[in-house]
């Protein structure tokens, strides 16, 4: 079994930054890639970023770039995202998710986290 458990949503005011964490324990082995989707009401669940096993290989949708930041800590089994400069347009339920390969985690069909939510105030 895989569990990933999601932390450090909250409701923030435009221009803030909040820094969401995700721990993953079970059968982790060969879940190389590691990343984070959300999903905001009504919408589809669309993806954020992902990270390879090194951390030298990251990914970031558009809407993203130069605001977020995705890093891991392979000795915590631990990914994180550092979200500045948030909009009212990020807010939405942020999901954790582990695949073998970025193109698999791209698919959706992940492992997935409970959700944390972001709130972003104007």
Do not use: H
Not at 26 to 34: E, V
Not at 35 to 57: D, L, S, Y
Not at 82 to 92: C, F, G, R, W
């Amino acid at each position: 079994q895989v569990q990933l458990v999601e932390s450090g949503g909250g409701l923030v005011q435009a221009g803030g930054s909040l820094r969401l964490s995700c721990a993953a324990s079970g059968r982790t082995f060969r879940l190389y890639t590691l990343g984070w989707f959300r999903q905001a009401p009504g919408r589809e669940r669309e993806f954020v970023a992902a990270i390879n096993w090194t951390g030298n290989n990251t990914y970031y949708a558009d809407s993203v770039k130069g605001r977020f930041t995705i890093s891991r800590d392979n000795a915590k089994n631990t990914v994180y995202l550092q979200m500045d400069s948030l909009e009212p347009e990020d807010t939405a339920v942020y999901y954790c998710a582990a695949q073998r390969s970025i193109e698999l985690l791209r698919s959706l069909r992940n492992y997935w986290g409970q959700g944390t939510q972001v709130t972003v105030s104007s």
